[in-house]
């Protein structure tokens, strides 16, 4: 049984069932940690160990993921994480401040070059570190604020800088690029507990020393105006800073239960990109968002191009995703080959685990959907079904091959 993949909500959506939230179940859902959440587009960035608000922002590498899934299933190969925590394949571990040299083995025990890294280094010099474009904005394929809240970790890494930009010509980004009663302007008490007002605005952030790459996050609420304008600046501007690829992070609601591993797809317009990392082709149809708008212009102008999207769980869709945010980092973190500290999000995702776990016990419906799940997913992972997507997946091949002479 296919799942929906169109960003939409299935089944109970946004978080909530026949009976609503019980209270323990929706409060820790909101708040994982009871605490107060970070809000991921304010002005201020967070550090690494610093609080987000009042709570430490931490990710963990929960185990290997796949960077594809076909239905609920499994993918064909797992990630080799690079992300410090409970994850199988994080060889090197201990904190790693801008300035400090990452530990690295011999250079006779160095491993070959990954499929990770032949992608990105497709375009660049030899000896040069790549530079990585980074796409998600908040609103269309942000289901629980799980792109945003994963960039905003990103951007507030040590070596973190703003890069300017005209944004299109916009005299007032608030004005001329957002449509104010989509986003609108927030309330915000300062360091300094002056009250003002915080306007939706596009952020470009360059971060360094992040493994053996470094990233160029585009990031913010998604502009309502001069979409076409926006993607070929912010692509000069990202070509000027020495970027030669990019990223699309993307999270929808889809039809998966939270005790099961959640699925990332991994695709690419690129046959070159999806030969390195065994990628699937585009095939979805229909409404873009601007992050969608940006990946295609990348990639007619020749860049290696990975779109990366994680499903959310759709009984919780409007609620924080923590263990989504995890799922999306530790795929960045693969492909881009990055190495990050994300151990203090593990105990968020685990804390969100649990209150799931609760709102299903709760409400019969979100429980009985949940067994549902579960059930559809595991037999998506027998051997007979894997061996149905092989034999699908053939069968496009010998559609899409010329005809032989």
């Known amino acids: 049984m296919q799942q929906h993949r169109d960003g939409q909500d299935h089944g109970v959506g946004q978080g909530h069932g026949g009976g609503g939230h019980p209270a323990q179940g929706r409060q820790a859902l909101q708040n994982p940690r009871g605490e107060q959440g970070h809000h991921a587009d304010g002005d201020e960035q967070p550090r690494r160990g610093q609080r987000h608000g009042n709570t430490r922002h931490r990710t963990q590498g929960e185990g290997s993921v796949e960077p594809r899934a076909r239905g609920s299933g499994r993918g064909r190969h797992g990630f080799k994480s690079k992300v410090w925590g409970k994850c199988p394949g994080a060889r090197y571990r201990g904190h790693m401040t801008r300035g400090q040299a990452q530990e690295q083995p011999p250079e006779q025990e160095r491993a070959p070059r990954s499929a990770a890294e032949a992608w990105m280094h497709r375009d660049t010099a030899p000896g040069e570190r790549p530079v990585v474009l980074l796409l998600g904005f ?56 002056v009250r003002r007002v915080r306007w939706p605005r596009l952020r470009l952030m360059r971060v360094d020393g992040v493994g053996e790459t470094e990233l160029l996050i585009a990031s913010g609420p998604e502009p309502s105006h001069h979409w076409a304008g926006l993607a070929a600046e912010l692509l000069a501007i990202a070509a000027s800073e020495g970027a030669t690829c990019a ?91 990055l190495t990050l500290d994300v151990r203090d999000l593990e105990e968020d995702a685990a804390a969100w685990r649990l209150g799931a776990d609760r709102l299903a016990a709760a409400d019969a419906r979100i429980g009985a959907l949940v067994e549902s799940l579960e059930a559809r997913t595991d037999a998506a992972a027998l051997p007979e079904a894997r061996a149905e997507s092989i034999a699908r997946e053939f069968e496009r091949y010998l559609q899409r091959r010329p005809p032989v002479d």
């Open 247 to 337: 990223i699309k992070l993307a999270a929808t609601s889809q039809e998966v239960p939270h005790t099961r591993p959640l699925p990332v797809w991994c695709s690419s317009e690129d046959p070159t990109v999806r030969g390195h990392l065994d990628a699937d082709e585009p095939r979805r149809l229909g409404a873009l968002g601007f992050s969608d708008v940006v990946a295609h212009t990348a990639d007619a102008a020749g860049w290696p191009t990975l779109q990366l999207e994680v499903g959310v769980p759709s009984y919780v869709a409007g609620a924080p995703q923590p263990l989504a945010t995890l799922r999306l980092l530790d795929a960045v973190a693969t492909f881009a080959d």
């Open 138 to 193: 908040g609103g269309w394929e942000d289901a629980g604020g799980t792109v945003t809240s994963a960039l905003a970790l990103l951007a507030g890494l040590p070596g973190t800088r703003k890069v300017e930009a005209t944004w299109a010509g916009a005299e007032n980004q608030a004005d001329d690029l957002h449509d104010l009663r989509v986003h609108r302007p927030t309330a915000v008490t300062g360091p300094d507990g």
